[in-house]
């Protein structure tokens, strides 16, 4: 935790040029009350993006007979991370590093933290909940690549130990102190930590489970789009808090995080809508939405330490890319990531994992390359981030979901995935028109 | 006595009802339903998934008449529903065997 907070200030401090002054003292942690404010908002504005945010955005994609059983499992997923972060997962991420790898326990039931703790400039539990939040939406954000098909048990547990194994480890090494962190690996909001981890989990989960039933021939149309555009809305807007928020701080630093996220989110916007305008002949709101997330996906990992210009690259260079695997590769290839979780998430993270490596440079608008790292060291760095990433999530995701299979099923029967989810898992219907 | 059944284009409904009372119809049944005719369907794409339509929107009036107006009643429809494109519907007519008002029990032309 306090390391986190130094090697961000550290970051801070060497965009002036100050990290390389011999033995400068960090001042003792007093609370700031602008500080403390601002991270409270950011915390709910970070709740918001997964309830009712995403769960909306997911809810109106999926068809009419599903639309509840996603917000239910966003839902749940809420609650249960909530729970299991004040046990064990805060400690996981944020406790005395072990190797690298992972916290220790000593903060196991946020054991020590009164009203008093502070986490540089904040208490610490607007901190912890913070972090708590990053938490809750990155296996929300799996829902898309299995929905409409997985069991809402196995989901659950799949969730549970995907976050105390997977989540855990990795938030620690980049965010807690761990390797990822000791490398100089940059990653200012989660573009590695939330979205290439949930991206490449989702994608596992869609081969695992396999497609869904009709997939690619029968017409699976979104139940409504309005409600999906509704939810990108308060993605976007949520999403201040998230990159914002990650400075921990309110100051210019936060400032531009919020500048840089606009920009590169209606760059990447306005580019899917162009490109789809191009080919097919018409702008889709569908398109236009799934670009801005595409956007904001790719401005994560960069949104501390690059400049408005390089954010429009950024997010022009996110929309192209996700357009053409979304709507092009994934048909070819013909896997069925019901929602494009790996699709956005996953290459958009990745996208923007590198090109931050790129624009952090201070020639190019960015706050700077570290002392006596070259561009081509970070990209590598980031690089190493991404990969180390993906490989962790995908073997531990992949070995959990056949341990789930062979235990209790992933799948829903053939009868319960026509009947839909919502009446066969919940014995409810999102919509009752009639 | 005539069941007269038109399947018309949605957006064309409210002009057939004013036609239809200028006329002197007094009761109207509409239906949504779905149909599929020379008009053919249409696409939709959703992420470069390319779905076709076959069916489309239609809406199913339905009003018994006595048989001395279905001449003027056709003529109502066919003026307000046409639009001049494929897909404007069509028009049964079919003989009426009997019609009772529930309330009264009234029977025949007194029940329409």
Request: hydrophobic letters at 50%.
């Amino acid at each position: 935790m306090k390391m986190m907070n130094s090697r961000k200030l550290m970051i801070r401090l060497s965009a002036f040029g100050l990290a390389a002054i011999p033995g400068i003292a960090l001042a003792e942690d007093v609370l700031d009350s602008g500080d403390t404010a601002w991270m409270i908002t950011a915390t709910a504005l970070v709740l918001f993006m997964t309830i009712p945010g995403l769960s909306l955005f997911y809810a109106g994609m999926v068809r009419a007979k599903n639309a509840l059983s996603v917000m239910m499992q966003c839902f749940v997923i809420t609650c249960a991370v909530s729970v299991l972060w004040v046990m064990y997962l805060y400690s996981l991420a944020f406790g005395n590093d072990v190797g690298g790898f992972v916290g220790d326990l000593s903060k196991a039931f946020l054991a020590g933290m009164t009203v008093d703790s502070l986490s540089g400039t904040i208490p610490e539990s607007v901190f912890s909940v913070f972090q708590m939040t990053f938490a809750i939406i990155t296996p929300a954000l799996i829902v898309g690549a299995f929905a409409e098909r997985m069991k809402f048990s196995a989901m659950l547990l799949f969730i549970i130990l995907w976050v105390s194994l997977v989540y855990a480890p990795i938030a620690h090494w980049v965010w807690g102190g761990g390797w990822l962190s000791e490398k100089g690996v940059l990653d200012f909001a989660g573009g590695t930590v939330v979205h290439i981890n949930a991206g490449v989990a989702g994608l596992v989960a869609a081969l695992v489970l396999g497609k869904r039933r009709g997939y690619p021939n029968h017409p699976m149309k979104p139940s409504n789009l309005l409600l999906t555009m509704v939810g990108a809305g308060m993605l976007w807007v949520g999403w201040f808090g998230f990159n914002a928020g990650s400075q921990l701080a309110a100051d210019g630093g936060a400032g531009m995080a919020m500048l840089v996220t606009q920009v590169a989110t209606a760059a990447a916007a306005l580019t899917w809508m162009a490109l789809e305008w191009i080919r097919y002949g018409k702008p889709s709101a569908l398109g236009i939405v799934s670009g801005a997330v595409a956007g904001l996906v790719a401005i994560t990992p960069a949104s501390g330490f690059v400049g408005p210009m390089a954010a429009l690259v950024i997010g022009a260079a996110s929309g192209l890319v996700c357009y053409f695997f979304v709507v092009k590769v994934k048909q070819k290839i013909g896997y069925d990531d019901s929602l494009d979780a790996f699709g956005v998430h996953g290459i958009g993270g990745f996208v923007g994992a590198i090109l931050t490596g790129v624009f952090v440079d201070a020639g190019l608008g960015g706050s700077g390359l570290a002392d006596g790292v070259s561009m081509a060291d970070q990209v590598r760095a980031q690089f190493i981030g991404a990969g180390a990433t993906i490989v962790y999530c995908a073997v531990v995701s992949y070995v959990l979901l056949k341990l789930i299979d062979a235990v209790i099923g992933l799948r829903v029967t053939e009868e319960q995935e026509e009947e839909g989810l919502d009446l066969a898992q919940h014995d409810e219907r999102a919509y009752n028109l009639h | 006595m005539k069941l007269i059944t038109a399947i018309i284009k949605p957006f064309k409904l409210d002009d057939v009802r004013e036609a239809l009372h200028e006329v002197g119809v007094n009761g109207i049944t509409v239906s949504e339903v779905r149909g599929y005719g020379r008009q053919k369907g249409h696409t939709e794409l959703y992420r470069g998934a390319e779905y076709n339509v076959d069916f489309l929107p239609k809406l199913k009036l339905e009003t018994a008449v006595s048989s001395d107006m279905v001449e003027r009643v056709v003529e109502a429809i066919i003026q307000a529903a046409t639009s001049g494109k494929i897909g404007d519907g069509k028009i049964f007519i079919s003989s009426l065997e009997e019609v009772i008002r529930i309330r009264t029990g009234e029977t025949g032309a007194q029940a329409i």
